[in-house]
């Protein structure tokens, strides 16, 4: 009895220890799976890679702290059946290391540059000349514009004038309007024709030409004698003193005021007011490219103030002497304010029958010779070489075109004196383009 019990409880034992070993088995697999389950926790530093054979692609699993390569998969993060074990190859990526620069100092010198005072270089003055224009009509003359004035019908008038008619104009009233506009107008000018109102009446007497007409003239053309060309070459009424040249240069220098009053009657009576000259059309002040109102001469083709002269549409005195179309109005203006038209003035009057003289001009000479003025012949057909700047001296040879010379100075005749090849020669100024 004693035996068998022992039996029994032997066998019971064994069945007890088995149920131990069941149960420590069935620990150590949980633990397994604890091992397992735990390498699945997200834990940062390290990336696996596993090859999907279905796909055959790579999927990286980051931040995954796993020990061994073969994992059991508990979740749905890896493409394959849970419970599986698969295969992850463990990717060591190396830390990414930052190296700072260090920044350079970067030190700024201040740099003090001497200070060198400038001095602009000496350049000597060259002018470029060709030679001089032809004086053929039309003669063109810069336009001075005249005192602006109250505009009357009687300015329309006297434009229209037969000026060998007589005016009544006095002395006092040429005088007196003279210093009156001086005074108003150019304050702290002299004009060289204050106290000259006799002197102009009786020149223009002695020529056959209307006096007030002469006087304000005189007053258009030099700006009340206050002009460089007054005080310097005496030239009052801008003779030669060509439009689109240079008009100081081409001017005429008198050796007075008195010479050139004289010479501007006989310029005046020989030419514009001879109907035997090529200078004549007409013994008005007359206009150009003007209607008879004194309207513009528009050219329909621009629409702008025809240059050109229309020959039905310019007359007078100003269709050669100026090329400004209102000279002879803005003369008969000046003329309108000294002594007022009265038509009455001139019915019944007598025409003038008056007569001039000559007036040799001095042969002044301007030099330029240290200014290295060049030419060069623009006439195609050559330009005529002179030993003298005399009118009468013949030609001793001649300029081919493009030849090349040196301006040395200008005669009051409007010769040029050159130098070409060693030799000095005169041209005739007015025969060419300057």
């Given at each position: 009895?004693?035996?068998?019990?022992?039996?029994k409880?032997?066998?019971?034992m064994?069945?007890?220890?088995?149920?131990?070993q069941?149960?420590?088995?069935i620990?150590?697999?949980?633990?397994?799976?604890?091992?397992?389950?735990?390498?699945?926790v997200?834990?940062?530093?390290i990336?696996?890679?596993y090859?999907?054979?279905?796909?055959?692609k790579?999927?990286?699993?980051k931040?995954?702290?796993?020990?061994?390569?073969?994992?059991?998969?508990l979740?749905?993060?890896i493409p394959?059946e849970?419970?599986?074990?698969v295969?992850m190859?463990?990717?060591i990526?190396?830390p990414?290391?930052?190296?700072?620069?260090?920044?350079?100092?970067?030190?700024?010198?201040?740099?003090?540059?001497?200070?060198?005072?400038?001095t602009?270089?000496?350049?000597?003055p060259?002018?470029?000349?060709s030679?001089?224009?032809?004086?053929?009509?039309?003669?063109e003359?810069?336009?001075?514009?005249?005192?602006?004035?109250?505009?009357t019908?009687?300015a329309?008038?006297?434009?229209?004038?037969d000026?060998?008619?007589?005016?009544?104009?006095?002395?006092a009233?040429i005088?007196?309007f003279?210093?009156?506009q001086?005074?108003?107008?150019?304050?702290?000018?002299t004009?060289?024709?204050?106290?000259r109102?006799?002197?102009l009446?009786?020149?223009a007497?002695?020529?056959?030409?209307n006096?007030?007409?002469?006087?304000?003239m005189?007053?258009?053309?030099?700006?009340?004698?206050?002009?460089?060309?007054?005080?310097?070459?005496?030239?009052?009424?801008?003779?030669?003193?060509?439009?689109g040249?240079n008009?100081?240069?081409?001017?005429?220098?008198?050796?007075s005021?008195?010479?050139?009053?004289?010479?501007?009657?006989?310029f005046?009576?020989?030419?514009?007011?001879?109907?035997?000259?090529w200078?004549?059309?007409?013994?008005?002040?007359g206009?150009?490219?003007?209607?008879?109102?004194?309207?513009?001469?528009?050219?329909?083709a621009?629409?702008?103030?025809?240059?050109?002269?229309d020959p039905?549409?310019?007359t007078g005195?100003n269709?050669?002497?100026?090329?400004?179309?209102?000279?002879?109005?803005?003369?008969?203006?000046i003329?309108?304010?000294i002594?007022?038209?009265k038509?009455e003035?001139?019915?019944?009057a007598?025409m003038?029958?008056g007569s001039?003289s000559?007036v040799?001009?001095?042969?002044?000479y301007?030099?330029?010779?240290n200014?290295?003025?060049?030419g060069q012949?623009?006439n195609v057909?050559?330009?005529?070489?002179?030993?003298?700047?005399?009118?009468?001296?013949?030609?001793?040879?001649?300029?081919?075109?493009?030849?090349n010379?040196?301006?040395l100075?200008?005669?009051?005749?409007?010769?040029?004196?050159?130098?070409?090849?060693?030799?000095?020669y005169?041209?005739r100024?007015?025969r060419?383009?300057?």
């Amino acid at each position: 009895m004693k035996h068998k019990n022992q039996k029994k409880q032997s066998i019971g034992m064994k069945s007890s220890l088995s149920f131990l070993q069941l149960v420590n088995m069935i620990s150590k697999l949980l633990l397994i799976l604890i091992v397992v389950s735990s390498s699945l926790v997200f834990l940062p530093g390290i990336t696996y890679e596993y090859n999907d054979p279905s796909t055959k692609k790579t999927i990286l699993f980051k931040n995954m702290n796993i020990d061994n390569t073969n994992v059991l998969v508990l979740n749905d993060d890896i493409p394959v059946e849970k419970g599986k074990t698969v295969l992850m190859k463990k990717v060591i990526i190396p830390p990414t290391v930052v190296v700072e620069v260090p920044k350079k100092e970067i030190k700024k010198t201040k740099v003090e540059l001497p200070k060198v005072k400038y001095t602009p270089p000496v350049v000597e003055p060259v002018k470029v000349v060709s030679p001089p224009k032809e004086e053929t009509a039309p003669i063109e003359k810069p336009y001075t514009p005249p005192v602006k004035e109250e505009t009357t019908p009687g300015a329309i008038y006297y434009r229209d004038l037969d000026v060998r008619y007589p005016s009544q104009v006095t002395a006092a009233e040429i005088d007196n309007f003279i210093q009156t506009q001086v005074t108003k107008y150019k304050p702290g000018q002299t004009s060289l024709l204050i106290g000259r109102g006799q002197q102009l009446i009786d020149t223009a007497t002695k020529a056959g030409i209307n006096q007030l007409i002469f006087a304000a003239m005189t007053i258009h053309e030099s700006g009340y004698a206050t002009s460089p060309l007054s005080h310097t070459k005496f030239n009052i009424f801008s003779v030669a003193a060509f439009t689109g040249q240079n008009a100081w240069d081409s001017a005429y220098r008198y050796s007075s005021i008195d010479q050139a009053i004289n010479y501007q009657a006989h310029f005046l009576k020989s030419g514009y007011l001879n109907a035997a000259s090529w200078k004549f059309k007409g013994y008005t002040l007359g206009y150009k490219n003007r209607y008879p109102n004194g309207d513009k001469l528009i050219d329909p083709a621009t629409n702008k103030e025809q240059v050109t002269r229309d020959p039905n549409y310019s007359t007078g005195m100003n269709f050669y002497y100026a090329g400004d179309g209102d000279w002879g109005i803005g003369i008969a203006g000046i003329a309108e304010a000294i002594h007022p038209y009265k038509a009455e003035e001139y019915s019944g009057a007598s025409m003038m029958t008056g007569s001039t003289s000559p007036v040799i001009l001095n042969d002044f000479y301007d030099d330029w010779s240290n200014l290295n003025i060049l030419g060069q012949v623009k006439n195609v057909n050559g330009i005529n070489l002179y030993p003298t700047n005399s009118d009468s001296a013949t030609a001793v040879g001649a300029l081919a075109e493009k030849a090349n010379f040196k301006v040395l100075g200008k005669t009051n005749n409007h010769y040029l004196k050159i130098e070409y090849l060693g030799n000095t020669y005169y041209i005739r100024w007015f025969r060419y383009t300057f």
